[in-house]
């Protein structure tokens, strides 16, 4: 019992390094922003939309104004019952229509989009969301990049509050921890040079390394597992902060347990597919990123990684009540004293503005809510790619 306890203590001690490095290094160390092409490389922006009548229009037209002419904006409305495909058409986009109930998700609609440019591929394609909204120049500078760094290319993706609702204790505590995830984590990987996760919006890619198959998967977190392709042979993605995507969290409770259950699931799925092969690769081929993107795909989604520490933590200090052994203990509160401090360096670093006493508060009951997406893998129920409920308002200009 005192060697499983140590060991899984040990691991917890790892997993949670990868979060102090991330931080301490945007603590620490200068930016180095990835250089642009002083070259325009021919463009495609794809689309993926399932009943999203709601901010397409809005999407299309911020989007068009940063293409020149000779690019392509190609919406994908993806079984949608709704206008989807109309407003798309109507807005200046060119219109796939996919209509498969047995094949639904995020990725299979990519594959389709990308076998349709595939007779007149441009050099680069950048891949936006239906409901996301990007900073000016966004899509050229992502593009350019892209070209410049010959690989994959990962913008800034944020998700915020609505704000025509105050944003609640629980929302500012999950925009607090998209900041972690999205920005602090990548941030510091690439100011040690290191490469990032493709994200599944604002992120560009040169045709050349194109695989529709790869997205056409199914899996939950489609995005990053081709972002992992594509960095075992040799082309990781590299975090580009300086274009901006962002969106709005789902405003009803369903859907923002549907969505957490789904990047839940995704994200431990991969942690068992690709943390071996990563690991094992990276040592056998002596290459840092790597095992970088190895560390940082075994960190799991912050409250689970919460809860891991205080059951740990429970479990090792009722052991040494019972037997005296005092090494579980001194290493698992290691492991939370490393995740206090990452925590607390992200708070000064970009949650100031976010968190106080009240969202504190929250805490417990956002570590429990974790909970539900790992019950629903431990009885072997898959949580389907469905996109989270919204209310079907429109957003508000960003």
């Not at 299979?108 to 936006?128: D, K, Q, S, T």
């Not at 972690?180 to 510091?188: A, E, T, Y």
Request: with cysteine; aromatic share 6%; charged share 20%.
């Amino acid at each position: 019992m005192a060697t499983i306890l140590e060991l899984t203590a040990i691991g917890l001690v790892l997993v949670t390094l990868a979060l102090v490095i991330q931080a301490g290094a945007v603590l620490f160390f200068r930016d180095r922003p990835l250089p642009v092409s002083s070259r325009r490389p021919s463009i495609a922006v794809l689309i993926p939309a399932h009943d999203e009548e709601t901010d397409i229009e809005a999407t299309v037209h911020r989007i068009r104004e940063d293409l020149s002419p000779g690019d392509r904006l190609l919406v994908i409305a993806d079984n949608c019952a709704d206008r989807t495909a109309l407003l798309a058409a109507q807005s200046g986009a060119d219109v796939v229509i996919r209509n498969d109930r047995d094949r639904p998700g995020k990725g299979f609609a990519l594959a389709a989009g990308l076998r349709h440019i595939a007779g007149m591929p441009p050099e680069i394609v950048v891949f936006v969301d239906a409901d996301c909204q990007t900073s000016p120049r966004c899509i050229e500078l992502l593009a350019r990049a892209c070209d410049a760094a010959k690989g994959p290319v990962q913008g800034l993706d944020l998700m915020v509050a609505d704000p025509r609702n105050p944003a609640s204790a629980r929302l500012r505590l999950a925009e607090f921890a998209w900041r972690i995830k999205n920005d602090l984590r990548p941030s510091g990987y690439a100011r040690l040079g290191l490469p990032c996760h493709l994200l599944g919006t604002g992120m560009a890619m040169p045709w050349g390394l194109i695989r529709p198959h790869l997205f056409a998967t199914g899996h939950l977190a489609e995005d990053m597992l081709f972002g992992l392709e594509l960095a075992l042979i040799g082309r990781p993605p590299r975090f580009f902060r300086a274009a901006r995507v962002t969106s709005y969290f789902p405003d009803s409770q369903r859907g923002q347990t549907q969505q957490k259950e789904r990047w839940v699931q995704g994200h431990l799925g991969l942690i068992i597919s690709h943390l071996p092969r990563l690991t094992y690769r990276g040592l056998l081929r002596r290459e840092v990123g790597l095992l970088a993107l190895a560390a940082d795909i075994a960190v799991p989604p912050l409250g689970l990684l919460a809860l891991a520490n205080m059951l740990l933590l429970s479990a090792c200090v009722a052991y040494m009540a019972l037997v005296g052994n005092t090494v579980p203990v001194g290493l698992v509160a290691l492991a939370n004293c490393l995740f206090v401090f990452a925590l607390a360096t992200a708070w000064h670093l970009c949650g100031r503005d976010l968190i106080g006493l009240d969202e504190v508060k929250e805490l417990p009951r956002q570590v429990l809510m974790v909970i539900r997406p790992l019950m629903t893998l431990a009885r072997g129920q898959r949580t389907p790619w469905i996109r989270a409920e919204r209310t079907g308002q429109p957003h508000p200009p960003h």
